[in-house]
């Protein structure tokens, strides 16, 4: 198969959690992603996500890891940094690499700073310490889509805050139909992480990060803005901070030397 792709899911706590493993390298590498996963989790992407993620398929052994698919009212970023490391222990992996995107990024903070025997370099993008008016009010706008039951108005939401203005332009006209082909039939997972996000807090434990660390961000980021990434490196002894001033949130998408920047960081000793 393409990649080594395979889809799979782990037992974890009387439910499980979908994942997607491809590649081949003898190191470890955990893709957290964010709230979409709220929506859709990583079922059945094997393939695309190896595609998309190709560059990494040499030199690791990718997995790219949704939430537990039942999740309790309530549960927070740290608890979901725990669900990850027992995820991680049942399916023998010791130590990896971990690149976290947006929510995931908000995990990975609670993974390396609880984990940090699990967590081996440490790439943070377009995530943020704690809840800022940026992120407030994007996430307050899509919960309330979410509430009403308007997937169009969320998608369309989502694609404007995420990607460029031009990406946005160019592709507005397909937001009909996402919503028609991708609206869940319950929106309480979603609004279980989205919670998860306005209640995140890892900003005065991240100095306790020692692992190498990556912070990536974009300048023109519409969902949590671009000072929450110089926010997470100011806090995090010795991180690297690479900001895309031109992208926005959508940067790990849209920047084209994105996943160049992240393997050489993982790659460099």
């Known amino acids: 198969m393409l990649y080594n792709a395979k889809n799979g899911t782990v037992k974890l706590d009387g439910t499980d959690m979908d994942y997607i493993r491809f590649g081949s390298g003898a190191r470890y590498l955990v893709i957290l992603p964010g709230l979409g996963d709220g929506l859709k989790t990583v079922k059945g992407t094997a393939i695309p996500m190896a595609v998309m993620y190709r560059i990494f398929a040499k030199d690791y052994t990718v997995w790219a890891f949704s939430r537990k698919n039942v999740l309790s009212s309530g549960w927070t970023t740290r608890d979901m940094a725990r669900d990850q490391a027992k995820a991680m222990e049942n399916l023998g992996i010791g130590q990896a690499d971990v690149f976290g995107v947006s929510m995931g990024g908000m995990i990975a903070q609670h993974l390396a700073i609880d984990y940090p025997e699990k967590v081996g370099k440490l790439v943070l993008t377009v995530t943020c310490p704690r809840p800022n008016p940026i992120l407030e009010e994007s996430i307050g706008e899509w919960v309330d889509c979410a509430k009403r039951g308007d997937h169009t108005a969320l998608m369309d939401s989502n694609v404007r805050r995420i990607y460029s203005e031009g990406y946005y332009r160019k592709n507005k006209w397909l937001v009909p139909v996402m919503g028609k ?40 980021d519409l969902a949590l803005g671009g000072d929450a990434s110089r926010e997470i490196a100011a806090r995090i002894p010795g991180a690297q901070l690479r900001m895309y001033d031109q992208w926005g949130h959508g940067v790990y998408e849209e920047a084209r030397d994105f996943n160049r920047t992240v393997l050489d960081f993982l790659t460099d000793k």
Do not use: M, W
Request: charged share 30%; proline share 5%.
């Open 181 to 220: 082909l991708t609206k869940p039939k319950s929106y309480d997972r979603f609004l279980i992480q989205a919670d998860a996000c306005l209640r995140h807090d890892a900003y005065e434990n991240l100095p306790l990060i020692r692992t190498k660390t990556l912070v990536i961000g974009g300048g023109k």
